[in-house]
């Protein structure tokens, strides 16, 4: 068996973990489990680090169990939330449940024999689970004492928490304590800023069952500029590509930081350490190349997305640093083509507006309403001087027809100089 722990050490993903958890690994194939937040139908780059402990969890041997939280999501967790969150209805819940579900099998195997990952949700155990059956056998257990020593406790007080918000520990405290007693579970991970919560289940195990079980948490990912990691202007970067596209996707990763991105490839890939150390390595005598950065983004847009996708994002990434070709943005599909050029000058003309234009001259510049030229003049003067293209074809002849092949049957991209792209849309 690989140990795990180890693993996760020089990985850097270890925060805290409870004395004992260690041996307890080492000694016998252990169940153990991590806990997601069903409030969006996607899962974001900020659960990743769960969801490579998983990962890796399963590939020392031991037995995964991915709970997604149905009942705790109707509660609102306030661990690090400066707000109480707004309520999700049951619809919507398991809507966003099923969503969750089908990402986390892209990660885990759930056909693999003993160790075999398993979805669990708390709502199954909870739905039939009476308050008064609740605070009688689980609230009587924990001291109101030893809730409020917790700092995910303490920090919401002085704003006002109100008791279902308290009573959230103790929620998933019992989400432990069942899964102890029913999958026989001895380990809970989580963010490091869920220990009071795991810490929690422990107790409620011990107490309640006599039993002992275990927790380990992984550090919370910063960027080494300080902004929050996961977020950009757009928002946070999803897993699901209709809210984040592939191409936005592989970008993110193609564009951290030397300092995230070697922490980065510890974190969100398999590659052995040696393999890091070489990336690293060859990093360090071409930086301009940005090695790490291209390894990073390559292996987690294959595993999150395809292998297409990635493929898909590099022939994206170069239309825009102007080394692709033609061929290559007609092989673009449309949801690549607009995220690539989100953003840039556009406007719609109609298909008889094409046809009735005389040259590419008029097209920039009369037809489009001065997109790209605000006149004729400084549209041929342009086009002279070879600073102007059509699709990725520079336009030779300022008297050029508009016959040109549409992008996806609907779009034209016209570049001026280097940098400048325009997007005409033929309707």
Not at 196 to 212: F, H, P
Not at 241 to 258: E, G, I, M, V
Request: hydrophobic share 35%; charged share 25%; with cysteine.
């Amino acid at each position: 068996m690989i140990d795990f722990v180890a693993e996760l050490q020089w990985r850097g993903m270890i925060h805290d973990i409870m004395p004992g958890t260690e041996e307890q690994l080492k000694k016998e194939m252990t169940t153990g489990y991590i806990g997601f937040d069903p409030t969006a139908d996607s899962l974001h780059i900020g659960h990743l680090t769960q969801i490579m402990t998983l990962v890796h969890f399963q590939k020392a041997g031991h037995r995964p169990l991915a709970l997604v939280g149905g009942a705790t999501g109707m509660v609102g967790d306030p661990s690090g939330k400066s707000a109480e969150r707004n309520l999700l209805s049951e619809e919507i819940l398991n809507h966003n449940l099923n969503c969750v579900k089908g990402q986390l099998e892209k990660f885990l195997d759930f056909n693999c024999g003993e160790n075999s990952a398993e979805m669990v949700n708390n709502y199954d155990w909870f739905k039939e689970f009476s308050f008064l059956e609740f605070i009688r056998d689980v609230g009587k257990h924990i001291t109101v004492n030893y809730m409020m020593a917790k700092d995910s406790v303490k920090k919401r007080l002085e704003s006002g928490m109100s008791f279902t918000e308290f009573s959230y520990q103790l929620v998933q405290g019992y989400d432990f304590y069942w899964l102890n007693q029913n999958k026989n579970c001895k380990l809970q991970l989580g963010g490091s800023d869920q220990w009071g919560n795991i810490v929690t289940g422990t107790e409620l195990i011990r107490r309640k069952a006599q039993g002992e079980a275990f927790a380990m948490t992984t550090p919370l990912i910063k960027k080494a500029d300080g902004t929050k990691f996961g977020k950009t202007e757009a928002g946070a970067i999803w897993l699901d590509r209709k809210k984040t596209s592939p191409y936005k996707f592989y970008q993110y990763w193609l564009n951290a930081s030397d300092e995230d991105a070697a922490n980065y490839i510890r974190i969100f890939t398999l590659l052995s350490k040696e393999e890091i150390e070489s990336v690293e390595k060859e990093h360090q005598e071409a930086p301009h190349l940005r090695k790490l950065q291209q390894v990073l983004a390559k292996d987690i847009t294959i595993r999150v997305h395809s292998e297409e996708d990635y493929e898909m994002s590099v022939k994206a990434s170069q239309i825009l640093f102007g080394k692709s070709t033609t061929e290559d943005l007609v092989t673009l599909d449309e949801d690549t083509l607009l995220s690539v050029f989100e953003g840039v000058p556009q406007t719609q003309i109609s298909k008889a507006m094409l046809e009735e234009t005389a040259n590419v001259t008029d097209l920039l510049s009369e037809v489009t309403d001065g997109l790209v030229f605000p006149s004729k003049g400084e549209a041929r003067k342009m086009i002279k001087g070879g600073g102007v293209s059509i699709n990725k074809t520079k336009v030779e002849d300022a008297n050029q027809p508009c016959d040109f092949k549409l992008l996806q049957d609907k779009y034209i991209l016209a570049q001026k100089g280097k940098k400048n792209y325009y997007l005409i849309i033929v309707e």
